[in-house]
């Protein structure tokens, strides 16, 4: 273990429930900011259907013809 002297000043039954709850609380802010700041979420959770986006028409592939000759 690389960092394994930290438990030499924080014994491991305070350490990790900290850390592990650390963990937790930033993971819950951050799934809390997702779902504050998303304009779909709330069509979400009202059960909203979805709207369908317009696929784009395919764009044109043009052959441009560079006068080189290609060997098979």
Do not use: R, Y
């Amino acid at each position: 273990m690389n960092q394994g002297k930290i438990w030499c000043v924080v014994h491991p039954t305070v350490g990790l429930p900290l850390f592990l709850g650390t963990v937790t609380v930033i993971s819950l802010l951050v799934h809390a900011s997702v779902l504050n700041n998303t304009t779909w979420m709330a069509n979400f959770w009202q059960g909203a259907a979805t709207t369908e986006v317009a696929a784009a028409p395919a764009s044109t592939v043009v052959a441009v013809d560079t006068g080189t000759v290609q060997a098979n």
